[in-house]
Nanobody
Framework: QVQLVESGGGLVQAGGSLRLSCTAS????????MGWYRQAPGKQRELVALITSGGRTNYADSVKGRFTISRDNAWNTVYLQMNSLKPEDTAVYYC???????WGQGTQVTVSS
């Protein structure tokens, strides 16, 4: 089992930047891909960025060109650099594998207009 702890959220004005971090522990050798997900109030959780063990990345259309996912080689930490933030990016952000079975507390990102 993989344990995940997200950090780095906060309150930022529109157009600003934040960098989220996700620290992984436990059975990290089993990880094939990691993603950042988000859930806004009243909406379903969605995948916004994914990175594979080979370094390939995929992004939701809504964040392409603004968000960048990266990781260290050992899957100890996964990052999400978020630039040009918009109010619609406001959500609780979670990291998880590409086959999530449980969720952590996430980190709140609030973008003011």
């Amino acid at each position: 089992q993989v344990q995940l702890v997200e950090s780095g959220g906060g309150l930022v004005q529109a157009g600003g930047s934040l960098r989220l971090s996700c620290t992984a522990s436990g059975s990290i050798f089993s990880i094939n891909a990691m993603g950042w997900y988000r859930q806004a109030p009243g909406k379903q959780r969605e995948l916004v960025a994914l990175i594979t063990s080979g370094g390939r990345t995929n992004y939701a259309d809504s964040v392409k060109g603004r968000f960048t996912i990266s990781r260290d080689n050992a899957w100890n930490t996964v990052y999400l650099q978020m630039n040009s933030l918009k109010p619609e990016d406001t959500a609780v952000y979670y990291c998880n594998t590409n086959t999530p079975t449980s969720w952590g507390q996430g980190t709140q990102v609030t973008v003011s207009s």
